[in-house]
C-alpha cells in the first residue's frame, strides 16, 4: 500500500517561528499537495507539486511556501508563523496513470494539528 | 474558478436507515471528475465513491451510491442501511481534466444514530 507520510501528528510552536511541516510518499508519484483543512471551511489547497522544484499556489498560499527538492518529499514551510495559521494541515500524493484513468488514485497523509500560540 | 457547495452541514440518520448528502458544483468545463470522500475522527481520507462526468450511469460502491445530474450540476451521495461505522465528515470533491488538483466542498458531518 502506499504510504504518506508526515512527520507530526500534532505540533505546537510559537508566533514568530519559523515551521517545517514534512510529507513523505513511498511510490514515486509526481504530483503532491499541501491542504488545511479548517471547520466550517473544509479543505483548502495551499501549494502543490507536479514534479520535483515545480510548485504552484492554490487558493490559499499566503504566508506560506513549499520546498520539494526530492521526488518523495514536500515541505511545507510557515516563514513567521502565525495564530490564524493554527489548523489542521494535510498532505497528499498522486499517481498519473493518465488523465482520468480509474486507477488514478489520491493518498492521503493523517493530517499535522498544528497549534500556533 | 471552480467551486463545490455542500448546503448540509450536518446530518444524522437512524441506523439501518438512508440518507442523502447533497453537494453542487460549478464549473464551464464539460469533462470532469467528481468524488465523496469520508474522514472518520481517525482523519484518514478515504475515497468512497468516483464518478466521471462523462459517463452518464450512477456510481454505486455497495451500500453507496450517486445520483449525478450533470445539467443541475448535483452530485449527491446515498448511503443505504446506515452503520454506525458511516459516522464520518463527508466531502464532496471536483477535479478538472487535465492534471489538476481536487476542489473541495466544506463538508457535511453524518453522525448515526443507533
Known amino acids: 500500500d502506499v504510504k504518506v507520510t508526515q512527520s507530526s501528528r500534532y505540533l505546537v510552536k510559537r508566533t514568530g517561528e519559523k515551521v517545517f511541516l514534512e510529507c513523505v510518499q513511498d511510490m514515486d508519484h509526481e504530483n503532491m499537495f499541501w491542504y488545511r483543512q479548517d471547520p466550517g471551511l473544509g479543505l483548502r489547497l495551499i501549494y502543490f507539486?507536479?514534479?520535483?522544484?515545480?510548485?504552484e499556489k492554490g487558493d490559499i498560499p499566503e504566508g506560506y511556501s513549499v520546498s520539494r527538492e526530492k521526488k518523495e518529499r514536500f515541505s511545507l514551510i510557515l516563514e513567521s508563523a502565525s495564530t490564524n495559521q493554527t489548523s489542521m494541515y494535510l498532505c497528499?500524493?498522486?499517481?498519473?496513470?493518465?488523465?482520468?484513468?480509474?486507477?488514478?488514485?489520491?493518498?492521503f497523509g493523517s493530517g499535522t494539528q498544528l497549534s500556533v500560540l | 474558478a471552480q467551486t463545490v457547495t455542500q448546503s448540509q452541514p450536518e446530518m444524522s440518520v437512524q441506523e439501518a436507515e438512508t440518507v442523502t448528502l447533497s453537494c453542487t458544483y460549478d464549473?464551464?468545463?464539460?469533462?470532469?471528475?467528481l468524488f465523496w470522500y469520508k474522514q472518520p475522527p481517525s482523519r484518514q481520507m478515504i475515497l468512497v465513491i468516483r464518478q466521471e462526468a462523462y459517463k452518464q450511469q450512477n456510481a454505486t460502491e455497495n451500500r453507496f451510491s450517486v445520483n449525478f445530474q450533470k445539467a443541475a450540476k448535483s452530485f449527491s451521495l446515498k448511503i443505504s442501511d446506515s452503520q454506525l461505522g458511516d459516522a464520518a465528515m463527508y466531502f464532496c470533491a471536483y477535479r478538472g481534466s487535465g492534471n489538476t488538483p481536487l476542489v473541495f466542498g466544506k463538508g457535511t458531518r453524518l453522525s448515526v444514530i443507533a
Open positions: 507539486s507536479y514534479d520535483v522544484k515545480m510548485k
Open positions: 497528499a500524493s498522486r499517481n498519473s496513470p493518465g488523465a482520468g484513468s480509474t486507477n488514478e488514485k489520491l493518498f
Open positions: 464549473t464551464s468545463e464539460s469533462d470532469y471528475y
